[in-house]
């Protein structure tokens, strides 16, 4: 049992599941990872709606809150939807507009650059979470 275990997690050793998000360990730099994340969402037909440039904000506000902890070297976050699965979650629930727009993000951790995204609850919502998988996996690659 300890072997199959062990084999199962070097199988995914390069994603990271977490009880809020799922990563992928991009083997490349920042730049290169942002490009590919923005090219995997506009060949699936989507439009990106707004990429906050969240590692700035933090490195630029940390001194004025009295901290010199160095969060990320980078970080981005592409902000984008889909009509029609929006359209189509919604519909079974109106409150799942909590959810959009969808995100995907980009790390540069010490050296470590993640791509990654927010997981979603359980029902009509992993429809969404599969999309955003499969675009942060075929970045990630």
């Known amino acids: 049992?300890?072997?199959?275990?062990?084999a199962a997690f070097s199988l995914t050793a390069t994603t990271v599941i977490a009880q809020d998000a799922t990563t992928y360990i991009f083997d490349g730099?920042?730049?290169?990872?942002t490009f590919a994340v923005e090219s995997e969402i506009i060949g699936a037909g989507l439009v990106i709606d707004y990429v906050a440039h969240s590692g700035a904000m933090l490195a630029r506000t940390g001194p004025d809150l009295g901290s010199d902890v160095t969060l990320f070297e980078a970080a981005d976050i592409f902000l984008f939807c889909s009509a029609v699965l929006s359209r189509k979650v919604m519909e079974i629930n109106p409150d799942n507009i909590t959810y959009c727009p969808y995100g995907i993000f980009v790390t540069d951790r010490e050296g470590v650059v993640k791509i990654g995204y927010r997981n979603f609850p359980e029902g009509e919502m992993q429809e969404i979470q599969a999309l955003l998988d499969g675009i942060?996996?075929?970045?990630?690659?």
Not at 136 to 141: I, V
Request: charge should be negative.
């Open 1 to 6: 049992m300890k072997t199959l275990l062990a």
């Open 29 to 33: 730099d920042f730049d290169d990872a």
């Open 136 to 141: 942060a996996q075929a970045a990630a690659e």
